[in-house]
């Protein structure tokens, strides 16, 4: 019989890779076997904020926290691929090329991005943040039960237009006239800027509105304001004054311009007050609605979540900047006094 052929050498470095790979093998059998067959999910997680922005940051953090809640675990069960834009007349088109990599969920921030995604898509969920008034505005069919495939949180701004009005009553008991910043271009805050102006009129104050599409124009409309005409100036927060919140705080400072937000991080830019949502709970709120959904809950028949926790920021720096003494009333509800 002819001998087969001799087996390679055995070296002492081949001698310990193949008892290393045996190892392996003993210990990671029973695991491999052991891990669910479920299919890992595909989120995309629609922004206006870029990913390294501190709030971009928490709230994908608190997202992931609402999914630990239903029984995803960060990436054994699901994965998010992050997107964002910050000019609103290039969102659809980025909406489109996202669906065209088939996620098995969107998560909507801001109503722009919420109507892109409807618009896009009948099929894929929708799970929206960051939206004043998803009735008015077309996204569903009423809060309790949404109708279609999109769902998620209000921040009922345009409800909230009243508190700012009140505060400013507050902090300026004298001012009869504010002026009020808003982008025409979005949808959100034109509702908003109706609320406010009703909520103004009735409390014997008159707005004046200074619309800006563009920091050109934001940058315009503040240098102009004159404080012995104006006595707050009242910014409805969105895409477009976030980037510029710097800017507006710097110029309202240099009129002697109080100021007043929905929105806390003007604050943290210097702004005066602002009165907003707790947007860290509800971005855990929406990581919870996404939870349900992958698990089988149709968004049809999850109603509309609203904040019931609100904030107060003020910025006691910039009030003695402006050589203002912010009412006790006022200091003892807010929730952070920036020094």
Not at 71 to 79: K, N, P, Q, T, V
Not at 241 to 255: K, P, Y
Request: aromatic share 6%; with cysteine.
């Amino acid at each position: 019989m002819k001998p087969g052929p001799l087996p390679p050498p055995t070296t002492p470095r081949c001698a310990r890779r193949r008892l290393l790979a045996l190892a392996l093998c003993a210990v990671c059998a029973p695991v491999a076997f052991a891990q669910p067959t479920a299919k890992r999910r595909r989120i995309a997680f629609f922004n206006v904020l870029p990913p390294e922005a501190p709030g971009a940051v928490t709230a994908v953090a608190r997202f992931r926290e609402g999914m630990q809640t239903q029984g995803f675990s960060r990436g054994a069960a699901y994965e998010i691929d992050y997107l964002w834009e910050e000019h609103i007349e290039r969102v659809p088109a980025r909406m489109h090329a996202l669906l065209g990599c088939r996620p098995d969920l969107v998560v909507a921030i801001t109503t722009p991005v919420a109507l892109a995604a409807a618009k896009a898509t009948r099929e894929v969920p929708i799970v929206f943040g960051t939206v004043s008034d998803p009735v008015a505005s077309g996204l569903v069919q009423s809060l309790a039960r949404p109708g279609g495939n999109v769902t998620g949180v209000a921040n009922i701004l345009s409800a909230l237009s009243g508190k700012l009005v009140e505060l400013a009553r507050e902090i300026l008991p004298g001012a009869r006239r504010i002026a009020v910043l808003w982008n025409p271009d979005n949808p959100a805050k034109a509702l908003e800027l109706r609320e406010l102006e009703a909520h103004a009129q009735r409390a014997g104050i008159a707005c004046l509105r200074f619309p800006a599409r563009s920091a050109a124009e934001i940058e315009a409309a503040v240098s102009s304001l004159d404080p012995t005409k104006v006595g707050a100036l009242v910014v409805l927060s969105e895409t477009l004054t976030h980037f510029n919140r710097e800017g507006i705080a710097r110029l309202a400072l240099a009129a002697r311009m109080p100021t007043l937000f929905n929105y806390a991080p003007h604050v943290e830019a210097g702004g005066l007050a602002a009165y907003s949502p707790d947007y860290e709970l509800q971005a855990m709120r929406l990581g919870e609605l996404a939870g349900r959904i992958l698990a089988g809950a149709s968004p049809a028949t999850l109603p509309v979540e609203q904040p019931n926790r609100f904030l107060l920021t003020v910025n006691l720096r910039t009030a003695r900047a402006l050589g203002l003494d912010l009412p006790p009333a006022v200091l003892l509800r807010a929730d952070r006094a920036i020094e």
